[in-house]
């Protein structure tokens, strides 16, 4: 009997490890790859990844994604099927990075419309392997939202639908009087797990095994077995529910995780029955074993060369500390896109104080998708600037723009159109409360949208702040006529994720694209003022020199830590305190883009220059986000 083994991964971002096990890290997942090799063999296994590796990232905001091509190479990957993030920098750069590599990339369904083939960036619509005997056809499907989340894409780009142009070209490629006469079919997908399961149900003649990408979560389908690590009852920290919600009644189907923390060790178990002098071949059994990748595993040396040749250049900046929280960052993609969070209300609020000083109207609210906020992890203690790109590493610009509320309204309607699924058009809101009915029809959730402001900003001393800033007051009910100043980011202003209504020829743009600050780097000048505003507060009450002044300071800040820590993280999400600081650090006016070296200062030069030289003070720049009721679900 035939066996094949298959180890299969999608949507990888990160080359470093991260804090938390499993750690991952593309050198020990080399590590990996090359022991299932050597177990298995080159002729009878296979490597297969489902998309999406060149973005985002820290440092594809560097390198445009150059910097996954030598891992990537370096894995021995049999097929690969092109992600919609693979996309973001561009066709032409993405093209020249396909070329780099040394294995094909997949796109199966998305075609020129003129000529019905393959239309993009070199992908194949397949590749035939043979392994073990056997003759594999490999297909690269995406569903339609894939293709509508990538802007400037070229005019004669055509979906097709993943089940029908599946249908037809698998029928090609298993035509025993074709070509290809292929044995197996298996299907790459860079596809959201219910459009899996119905790729499963509907192709289940057709294709033999799916193996899927786009969402973050670890799933392996009924139709296989489970050997070890993984529970389909289990509610996991993985993203899955455990619920059986999606129709799968025995799909063939796994998808992997993310970012080298994990991946799937698929073994095949092939029959084989001879009819009409040709001999069949099909699929008797399908285990799947999920590996972690964690810290017990050594890193491969090769690699791990070629990862520090690649990100040397970064490493230093990207581990200087800027921030410190006293209560968890949660940026998991399975929290962040279903419901409310505390450091998505402190960026939405980040957002609705930056432009405020600056712009003739005021800013009646700011909103974020939860696709924003793209790391995946979870923070707590010191924030180093890799960590804050790592969550931000989109190079869109904040925007601000006018809008009625009608277009408010139904961008917010679409934005809850997809729970529970883990869509990124999940809404992330400062100024705003939001009540909706997740069980009602999409399209129809809403149930009530008001406008709100801080009830309490009192910041005075440090000895009178409050544990709790201040509840946000609701001010009057969102009115459908009215318009209204909204800050957002650029790429949701054009009406991408499902934000469509923001897009109409009405809206007008008070801080374009061109005049707007990246959102990172918008985040990164907010610590900065905040850390000169905290610091001067007590230095400027010292009557010494301006070092004695600022050494002062900081001892004072060192001494008080324990005890009030706590208090000022809290009194630094606070309205007044976020546009003080923002303002110190950008100035009277809307930047582009700065280094933080270059943020513009009202200090004295001198002063300025001594506080350069103390060490970081993460009392100074403590924050303390928090659950406020903005996003309510209700049952009517």
């Known amino acids: ?3 094949l083994q298959i180890l299969h991964f999608n949507d990888v971002y990160h080359l470093a490890p991260q804090k938390r096990e499993p750690v991952g890290g593309a050198a020990r997942f080399a590590t990996v790859i090359k022991e299932f090799r050597e177990r298995y063999g080159v002729e009878s296994s296979c490597v297969f990844f489902s998309g999406d590796a060149f973005n985002p990232s820290v440092e594809s905001s560097v390198s445009k994604g150059a910097h996954m091509v030598p891992a990537m190479n370096a894995f021995g990957i049999d097929a690969a099927c092109l992600g919609n993030h693979d996309f973001d920098f561009g066709v032409p750069t993405l093209k020249g990075l396909v070329a780099m590599s040394n294995f094909p990339w997949l796109l199966s369904n998305v075609v020129d419309s003129e000529t019905d083939g393959p239309a993009v960036a070199g992908g194949k619509k397949f590749v035939i392997l043979e392994k073990n005997g056997l003759k594999i056809g490999i297909v690269g499907l995406v569903e339609k939202e894939w293709l509508e989340t990538i802007p400037n894409l070229p005019p004669n780009l055509k979906h097709k639908d993943f089940v029908s142009a599946g249908k037809e070209l698998i029928a090609q490629l298993r035509d025993p009087n074709g070509p290809h006469a292929v044995d197996l079919i298996i299907a790459l997908t860079h596809c959201r797990l219910p459009n899996d399961v119905i790729l499963a149900s509907k192709c289940k003649d057709d294709i033999d095994l799916i193996l899927g990408g786009h969402d973050h979560f670890y799933y392996i389908g009924k139709g296989c077995d489970v050997i070890n690590g993984w529970s389909r009852e289990a509610e996991g920290s993985d993203g899955w529910t455990g619920k059986d919600d999606v129709g799968d009644d025995g799909a063939r189907l796994v998808k992997s995780g993310t970012d080298f923390r994990e991946l799937s060790i698929v073994e095949l178990d092939i029959d084989e029955n001879t009819n009409e002098g040709r001999t069949l071949k099909k699929i008797k059994n399908i285990t799947v074993t999920r590996r972690e990748v964690t810290s017990s595993i050594a890193e491969d040396e090769h690699l791990s060369g070629l990862i520090d040749s690649a990100t040397s250049d970064i490493k230093e900046k990207m581990a200087k500390p800027i921030a410190y929280t006293e209560k968890t960052w949660d940026c998991r993609s399975s929290i962040l896109r279903t419901q409310e969070t505390a450091f998505g209300n402190f960026i939405a609020d980040l957002l609705f104080y930056a432009y405020k000083p600056c712009i003739p109207h005021n800013i009646d609210c700011a909103i974020l998708c939860a696709g924003t906020i793209r790391s995946d992890s979870i923070y707590d203690g010191e924030i180093t600037l890799g960590d804050l790109l790592e969550i931000f590493p989109f190079e869109d610009t904040v925007v601000v723009i006018r809008v009625t509320g009608r277009q408010l309204w139904d961008v917010l309607q679409s934005a809850v159109s997809k729970v529970p699924k883990q869509e990124g058009r999940f809404p992330i809101v400062s100024g705003l409360k939001i009540e909706y009915n997740q069980n009602a029809e999409p399209g129809d959730r809403l149930r009530n949208v008001w406008l709100t402001e801080r009830q309490i900003d009192d910041e005075d001393e440090d000895e009178n ?172």
């Open 465 to 636: 702040i409050s544990d709790d800033p201040g509840p946000h007051r609701i001010i009057g009910k969102l009115d459908m006529q009215k318009t209204y100043t909204v800050c957002t980011r650029a790429y949701l202003a054009s009406g991408n994720d499902g934000y469509k209504a923001f897009a109409e020829p009405t809206t007008q743009y008070l801080v374009d694209d061109e005049n707007g600050v990246i959102l990172s780097t918008l985040i990164r000048r907010y610590f900065i003022g905040l850390y000169y505003i905290n610091a001067m507060k007590y230095n400027m009450s010292c009557k010494a020199r301006t070092k004695e002044a600022v050494i002062k300071a900081a001892n004072s800040w060192k001494k008080l830590a324990e005890s009030k820590r706590e208090k000022s993280a809290y009194g630094n999400i606070s309205s007044r305190r976020i546009s003080s600081a923002l303002s110190l650090s950008m100035g009277e006016h809307v930047k582009v883009q700065e280094e933080e070296e270059e943020a513009t200062s009202t200090l004295n030069p001198a002063v300025d220059s001594e506080l350069k030289k103390v060490e970081f003070v993460k009392d100074w720049v403590t924050v303390a986000p928090m659950i406020e009721g903005r996003i309510v679900t209700v049952d009517f």
């Open 1 to 3: 009997m035939p066996k």
